[in-house]
């Protein structure tokens, strides 16, 4: 069960049933009221009885009472008597005013700060209830009179507090640019650097090629500005051989596309790598090769790259014959890039219509143009933000946003998981602190919103004012 904290100060009380705003004499100086996980309902108060006058046949009262509607339960009381009022209750105890549990007290005890505690099983009628604390004095002959009754508390539990959560509009692109890449492993007959299609896989790894530039040059809304290849070969075989090799094969590869395409105002750029070393270095680090720490200091060693494919070849065959077979093979590949641009989109409508067919085109501010036409903490909105981050996984405002929607879906893993790639900023720090109170965690909360505060966040000091109410224990002199 969630736990609910109120704590009140007289001075912020107000009058009920007629009844005068404080109890005469009577000063409470902390009050507590706390739910807690076992469904106990826990009061804690200190009450300062030294304005206190009490009449030396009298007896003052103050009794905490729970009240809903009709229902009403007294707590425990506190009872100042009178000399003569104690001496006369001890010795007619059947007609004493108060019942065993109660803390009495003559007035030479309740010269200082009395601490009241009690706890009570919470029932299913006290949700919604008010706390009043009443005063009765208790005279001559028995006679009682009600002489002031506070309302402390007006409604318990109180109503869960969700700071407010802050979307950001991301910067907007003047020129929204993009890239989409890939590997191929284009098969080549030994010492060869012509293209053949039909060779081998070679129909497959081509259409890979072809394949991502068709995905964005039937694209309407697309204009193609530039592909960049980059070649290497394995380092079997002298580096010189395998330098000419990389350049021609990469010339190749670059003619063929060309010549498929016959792109107008497209810039084609072409780079090449005669040994794959450090592909190589990465196979072999996360293998369990026998020798492979020796294997890994000769790849890394300032040795040219022939005497380190010696050493390797001479030293471990049986390791190197694997990597012919299983890893060789691998590094013979070449990288494309296709960089384009994408038309700006402003019309909400529009926006939806490419979200559905192409959410790659959105930026992320148009992601946040739509979102303003939506209901905030709706499914559709939710879902839209997550779109966004799934488009852009490590943009830190996609990331913050995202947090924000998984934390109204009550996704807080999620939440958690986003919040680590949405930055330092004052926004995201104030967001961790959310996250805190939402997970009923108001303590955790207060120090992200505190430097929230410090780094210039607003919204946190509203943050730190509402869950100061839910804190265990709250001190007069915290709003002094």
Request: hydrophobic share 30%.
């Amino acid at each position: 069960m969630k736990r609910y904290i109120f704590l009140a100060l007289l001075a912020l009380i107000t009058t009920y049933s007629g009844y005068s705003q404080e109890i005469p004499d009577v000063k409470i100086k902390d009050f507590t009221l706390e739910l807690k996980d076992d469904n106990k309902l826990n009061v804690d108060i200190e009450i300062d009885l030294s304005q206190l006058n009490v009449k030396t046949t009298q007896v003052v009262i103050l009794t905490p009472c729970v009240i809903n509607g009709a229902d009403t339960l007294k707590l425990k009381s506190v009872a100042v008597y009178g000399r003569n009022r104690r001496i006369y209750y001890k010795r007619n105890e059947h007609i004493r005013p108060t019942v065993a549990g109660d803390i009495t007290l003559t007035k030479s005890e309740a010269r200082d700060v009395v601490t009241y505690s009690t706890s009570i099983p919470f029932s299913d009628w006290m949700d919604g209830c008010s706390v009043e604390i009443k005063r009765n004095d208790c005279g001559c002959c028995g006679h009682t009179t009600e002489v002031a009754s506070t309302e402390i508390v007006d409604r318990f539990p109180i109503e869960a507090y969700y700071p407010e959560l802050i979307y950001l509009r991301p910067e907007h692109e003047n020129v929204k640019t993009r890239q989409i890449s890939g590997s191929a492993f284009i098969d080549f007959p030994v010492s060869k650097t012509v293209i053949y299609p039909d060779y081998r896989n070679n129909t497959v790894e081509l259409a890979k090629i072809t394949g991502t530039i068709d995905s964005v040059k039937n694209d309407k809304d697309v204009t193609i500005k530039s592909i960049s290849i980059k070649g290497y070969a394995s380092p079997e075989s002298p580096y010189d051989n395998n330098k000419r090799l990389a350049k021609g094969r990469t010339e190749a590869l670059k003619a063929y596309v060309e010549e498929m395409y016959h792109f107008d105002n497209v810039t084609f750029t072409t780079d090449y790598e005669p040994e794959d070393w450090e592909g190589l270095e990465r196979y072999v680090e996360a293998s369990s090769l026998p020798h492979k720490e020796q294997i890994l200091e000769t790849i890394r060693s300032d040795r040219n790259p022939d005497t380190k494919e010696w050493i390797i070849k001479s030293t471990w065959k049986q390791e190197y014959r694997h990597l012919l077979d299983h890893c060789y093979p691998a590094l013979r590949h070449s990288d494309y890039v296709v960089e384009y641009e994408i038309r700006s989109y402003s019309d909400p409508i529009e926006i939806e219509q490419i979200l559905h067919t192409a959410p790659q085109n959105l930026s992320l501010e148009e992601f946040y143009i739509l979102a303003q036409t939506y209901e905030p903490g709706s499914d559709k909105f939710n879902d839209l933000y997550e779109t966004a981050v799934r488009i852009y996984p490590n943009d830190p405002v996609a990331n913050l946003n995202a947090t924000n929607s998984a934390i109204l879906k009550g996704d807080y893993r999620s939440a958690a998981r986003y919040l680590n790639k949405a930055g330092d900023t004052p926004e995201a720090i104030y967001t961790r602190g959310a996250l805190e109170v939402y997970m009923e965690n108001n303590e955790a909360a207060k120090p992200y919103f505190e430097e929230a505060l410090k780094q210039g966040n607003t919204k946190a000091e509203a943050a730190l004012t509402e869950i100061a109410k839910n804190r265990h224990i709250y001190k007069m002199n915290d709003k002094q």
